[in-house]
């Protein structure tokens, strides 16, 4: 499904470098998701709410170079690339919709996204060491 995305971007006319930034950001999102349960392996595409709202605090916490926070630019651009490729699976009929696991996944990830200009901030501050 990735490569048919990838291509998708292609015949679109972004360039290799933009391509290339997709599919990295997909391969993070893939190697946490499969590092989050490596005896049951995940179908990434069949992420849930709860996996992406976890994906995200991970990058905030621990999900940068050397185990530090991820750089709040990397954190957005990641989410964007995302986001687009979920939506695309969506319109091309692989997956309905992003589903919830659990009733409070929605309510966590409001409060994820709440506080993520916060730690943003204390992270371009450097609260967050460097």
């Not at 999102?29 to 976890?54: C, G, K, L, N």
Request: some cysteine; charged content about 20%; proline content about 4%.
């Amino acid at each position: 499904m990735l490569e048919e995305f990838l291509h998708h971007l292609e015949k679109k006319g972004l360039s290799h470098k933009t391509v290339k930034s997709y599919s990295v950001s997909w391969k993070r999102f893939e190697t946490w998701m499969q590092s989050t349960s490596p005896d049951h392996p995940i179908e990434v595409a069949y992420a849930t709410q709860r996996d992406i709202a976890d994906f995200k605090r991970h990058l905030l916490v621990a999900g940068g170079r050397g185990g530090k926070p991820a750089w709040p630019a990397t954190n957005q651009l990641t989410f964007v690339h995302l986001n687009a490729i979920f939506r695309f699976f969506a319109e091309q009929g692989y997956i309905l919709t992003i589903r919830s696991d659990r009733s409070k996944s929605q309510q966590e990830l409001a409060v994820l996204q709440s506080g993520l200009p916060a730690m943003s901030r204390m992270r371009c501050c450097g609260k967050f060491g460097t």
